[in-house]
């Protein structure tokens, strides 16, 4: 299946110098090393004082509401349009893919499409192979991937910089005269740009992230009546939920780029990954997504799993979603490989 969305004349990105020392370290520090942090004290807590029903209740609703909303929402509806639904269930979609923290839906599309027209190629944002030979450079590479990509791809945080410019106007960004790398990256999303309603909801980015540590944090001192239930809420379904939403959803970059199988022909390393597509809702049968990018669903065979998928099935059958886009059984028998 093609993928109109993508042009095949995107020109790969130019070179840039990598951030700074110091910005670079509070970069990471404020992405990864608060998360990370977070997630340890969740673990001396568990070692401490064991965790709760309700703990559990909190970590494990909340990973599956983000990662539905990164998954179902900024991948398979935001980045790639697989499928079509109401309005209400596009902004519910928008803000709980937001609350995972991992840039707003206009940066991680954009990145995302990217990714997609220079797969393992000069110019990909975070391929863990390219250029690398031997174990010790793949292992380098699969680090870089999960934890560091976004710190050496200066155009991540330019083009983050370039949508907070043109904030109140993303649209103009299509038409800016520039020809750099921040603007073919917003060209790659025209169809965004022009959407009033996620432009809107894209606004409160921030908002929606501190929604996504306040709510466990409510919930949880509402079921206990207390501080202490609301700090439990805030550590599990808040600081635990995002650093594992995010080493999962970063693992999609370095793991199904590295380790799993290629039942699909493509012209990338990508791979499908059975524990990576149960921990993402389906985004690790990779191989088959990259195959077919534009397909709503990720399961080629009726073993394969794909959580996301089957919300969206049961949302055409219930009406609220249409347009579902899947490969033929024809294209599908042609690419596999034998
Ligand atoms: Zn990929
Ligand atoms: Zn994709």
């Not at 398979?76 to 991992?102: K, V």
């Not at 499409?113 to 863990?128: I, K, Y």
Request: hydrophobic share 45%; net charge positive; glycine share 10%.
């Amino acid at each position: 299946m093609a993928e109109p969305l993508l042009s095949s004349a995107l020109s790969p990105p130019s070179e840039a110098p990598a951030l700074s020392g110091p910005r670079r370290a509070l970069l990471l520090f404020m992405v990864q090393g608060l998360p990370l942090l977070g997630l340890g004290y969740g673990v001396w807590l568990f070692v401490r004082e064991g965790i709760r029903a309700l703990d559990v209740g909190l970590l494990v609703g909340m990973y599956l509401l983000t990662m539905t909303g990164i998954e179902l929402g900024f991948h398979r509806y935001y980045a790639h349009r697989t499928f079509e639904t109401t309005r209400l269930i596009r902004a519910l979609l928008l803000i709980l893919g937001s609350m995972a923290g991992q840039g707003s839906a206009l940066l991680w599309s954009g990145v995302h499409r990217w990714h997609h027209a220079h797969t393992d190629v000069p110019g990909d944002l975070h391929s863990p192979t390219l250029g690398r030979h031997g174990v010790w450079q793949r292992v380098r590479g699969f680090l870089w991937a999960q934890f560091l990509w976004y710190l050496d791809s200066p155009a991540v945080v330019k083009f983050s910089r370039f949508l907070e410019r043109h904030r109140s106007a993303p649209e103009a960004a299509l038409s800016a005269p520039e020809d750099n790398q921040e603007c073919r990256l917003a060209r790659t999303m025209p169809d965004l740009l022009r959407d009033q309603g996620l432009l809107r909801l894209n606004q409160r980015y921030g908002l929606w992230v501190l929604l996504g540590l306040v709510l466990p944090a409510v919930v949880g001192g509402l079921a206990t009546g207390s501080w202490e239930g609301a700090w439990r809420g805030l550590v599990w379904g808040g600081f635990v939920r995002f650093s594992l939403v995010q080493q999962a959803s970063f693992a999609i970059n370095s793991v199904t780029h590295t380790l799993g199988t290629r039942p699909v022909s493509t012209r990338d390393d990508s791979r499908n990954n059975a524990v990576m597509a149960v921990l993402t809702l389906g985004a690790g049968w990779h191989n088959n997504h990259h195959a077919f990018p534009g397909s709503a669903f990720t399961d080629f065979r009726w073993w394969q799993v794909d959580a996301s998928g089957l919300m969206i099935r049961v949302l055409a059958r219930l009406g609220l979603a249409w347009d579902v886009r899947k490969p033929s059984p024809e294209a599908l028998a042609m690419r596999a490989r034998t």
